[in-house]
């Protein structure tokens, strides 16, 4: 196991930057997950620690190695790809042993060798089919296998999970994360699945058109996402986002939208100099903090009602403000909202989160590390 | 399903029609398998009565004919090898390296094929192949077949290989595999049945072509088959039918037999990438 460092990385294809002046470290034994919306250049960050790009300028280390320039068969590395990228005309022992094959094993000691991992990943019996004669989850499986089969400085993984249905892909994460636990390897991963990201990362990079917006644990992620982006792409519903006008009352701040009126709010130095530029803020509330009120609460958010989804254990409300702004609230009670037209739900200020105009989240005053 | 009395007659005339149209394709071969047995074969179709093997007898004791079997072989295996391997390594380079410009290069090269080895060029592929000195021998034959096929087998074969995920060659070097290695285990078996249809296809235009060898050769011992297939005619320019007929069944055999081959090995089958 290594690490992996990012030191002013670019890479353009042409005259569009995938990757603009990025610097990050994984530290050796932690599981990075690169989160983003497609296009982000989170793969092709990671194809450049693969060696299956070349930054354009930047460099990349692996352990005390400048691996930069290096070819991807020298970098002692592994790969999970999205498509599995499994031999067709090789059964499943070959593949699994074909890196033991290039590295000039014997056919007895990499076929051993293709076994003991295969038994672990309960593909133990399938050695003899060829790809095309397994499911999907055994395939996803045989090319971790292949992953695994060898030692590795770095495992990689892009988008491993993405072509397995719902309930697979759960299990195969809790997997994933189970392995993680047992070899503590050093990984990096792609996804765009905030909720793999959040199951499986000790700290994840969220990236936006080619860099990275703020690379934390994953509950400083979703509990002071950095951004705007970061707090709409983390969360599933994402966090309800509200444009708001802030006034200042004694010692706490209010804030006033259609439908919405704030009055207890704890005020703090970034909130009092985002409100003397004069512009306005975003209001931050996640689905799970609203629950259901009345318009005389102290934090109060209402709208008339546009869709109760069951989900089984919650239930989703969507509710539309005056201005057509939609707000959903998770909640957890087995009361039925009441069908009338107006709903109004409340949340405790504490879980509040403040933006300014440029979309960066306001900090309380004397935050503690999480 | 009842049938109106119009639409019952519309599908017995169709049918009927359709069943014309089978016959008169069918003739020829019909007489193609009845003719060489048949001592008296003429241009109509007549059932060998009694069959003989007589008409094979006098073709395997025509030298000409039978060595014109082997160059055909020769000249056909030369051409296949040169135009599958080059057509291979050059598709793999154009498909997935990142030469701008690539398709532009694919396609006037597809586009120069029809005039290399067409008609046309006859003229100036005489001189030149007279002028390297190779005139009258099996190479000059091979590689002009070469120059004419390959650019449509490139064409082929890039668009196959277009269709073949990169994740294979990059999972085999991230795994350790040099480039080539990756190019031997893992691209080229997944590209061998888009070899395979080029390889049948260079096969049946080489083994039928009869301009280019009667142009480039000379001697009759390095003559194909297509060449050696006239000297079935009696010096009044008329066929021997039976005799031609006998021959020409031998001269299909390979093709007939190539195809089968590879429909039983092969399958005539493509292996894309894995569907999820």
């Known amino acids: ?370 | 399903m009842r049938l109106s009395f119009p639409q019952l007659l519309a599908r017995i005339g169709f049918s009927a029609l359709a069943a014309i149209i089978g016959i008169l394709f069918a003739l020829p071969l019909i007489w193609f398998i009845f003719a060489p047995f048949n001592a008296r074969a003429e241009l109509g179709i007549a059932i060998p009565d009694p069959w003989t093997l007589q008409n094979f007898l006098t073709v395997f004791g025509n030298g000409f004919a039978m060595r014109g079997l082997l160059n055909s072989l020769i000249q056909s295996v030369g051409g296949v090898i040169l135009v599958a391997a080059a057509a291979t390594l050059a598709a793999y380079a154009l498909s997935r390296s990142s030469i701008p410009g690539k398709s532009i290069v694919t396609y006037v090269l597809l586009l120069f094929s029809s005039v290399v080895s067409g008609t046309a060029a006859m003229v100036p592929i005489f001189l030149i192949v007279s002028s390297v000195g190779l005139m009258d021998t099996h190479i000059a034959v091979i590689l002009v077949f070469a120059g004419g096929l390959l650019p449509t087998a490139m064409f082929i074969l890039r668009d196959f290989i277009d269709g073949i995920p990169k994740t294979y060659e990059e999972s085999a070097m991230v795994a350790g595999a040099s480039p080539v290695q990756a190019f031997f285990d893992v691209a080229l078996p997944v590209i061998r049945p888009g070899i395979v249809v080029v390889v049948v296809w260079a096969f049946v235009n080489i083994w039928g072509s009869f301009l280019i060898p009667f142009i480039l050769l000379r001697s009759d011992d390095l003559m194909p088959s297509s060449v050696a297939i006239y000297s079935f005619y009696s010096e009044a320019g008329t066929p021997i039918v039976t005799l031609l007929a006998a021959y020409s069944l031998i001269y299909s055999l390979p093709v007939v037999a190539l195809y089968l081959f590879v429909s039983w090995k092969f399958g005539f089958r493509f292996f894309g990438g894995i569907k999820a």
């Open chain 1, 1 to 370: 196991m290594a690490s992996v460092e990012f030191q002013n990385v670019t890479k353009s294809f042409g005259t569009f930057n995938a990757v603009s002046d990025i610097s990050f470290k994984v530290a050796d034994g932690e599981f990075i997950c690169l989160l983003g919306p497609s296009g982000c250049g989170k793969t092709t960050s990671l194809r450049m620690i693969a060696g299956l790009e070349t930054p354009s300028s930047g460099k990349i280390m692996i352990g005390p190695d400048d691996v930069t320039h290096l070819h991807p068969k020298d970098r002692q590395i592994s790969m999970v790809f999205q498509d599995y990228a499994l031999y067709p005309h090789m059964n499943l022992a070959d593949n699994i042993a074909y890196p033991l094959k290039v590295r000039g094993e014997s056919v007895e000691k990499r076929h051993k060798r293709a076994k003991e991992v295969a038994d672990v990943l309960k593909i133990g019996d399938l050695l003899n089919r060829l790809p095309s004669q397994i499911s999907g989850g055994q395939q996803q499986r045989t090319s971790l296998a292949r992953a695994l089969v060898y030692p590795s400085r770095v495992y990689l993984f892009d988008e491993p999970l993405s072509n397995l249905d719902a309930k697979l892909r759960l299990e195969a994460r809790g997997f994933l994360n189970h392995l993680q636990r047992d070899m503590g390897m050093t990984a990096v991963y792609v996804t765009h699945d905030q909720a793999e990201a959040m199951a499986l990362a000790t700290r994840i990079a969220v990236m936006d058109r080619g860099r990275i917006v703020q690379f934390a644990p994953p509950i400083e992620i979703y509990r002071r996402p950095a951004t705007t982006f970061v707090a709409n792409f983390v969360g599933n519903p994402p966090m309800n986002m509200i444009p708001v006008e802030g006034t200042v009352d004694g010692e706490r701040l209010q804030l006033r939208a259609h439908g919405v009126l704030v009055r207890d709010l704890p005020i703090s130095q970034g909130i009092k100099a985002a409100l003397g530029k004069g512009a306005g803020l975003t209001l931050g509330v996640r689905p799970e903090h609203l629950s259901m009120g009345t318009i005389n609460d102290v934090n109060m958010v209402s709208g008339k009602l546009f869709a109760n989804e069951n989900m089984g254990p919650e239930k989703l409300v969507t509710f539309e403000r005056q201005d057509g702004g939609r707000v959903t609230a998770r909640i957890f009670t087995d009361d039925a909202v009441e069908t009338t037209e107006n709903v109004a739900f409340t949340f405790d200020g504490a879980h509040a989160t403040l933006f300014d105009a440029e979309g960066k989240r306001i900090p309380a005053d004397g935050e503690m590390p999480l």
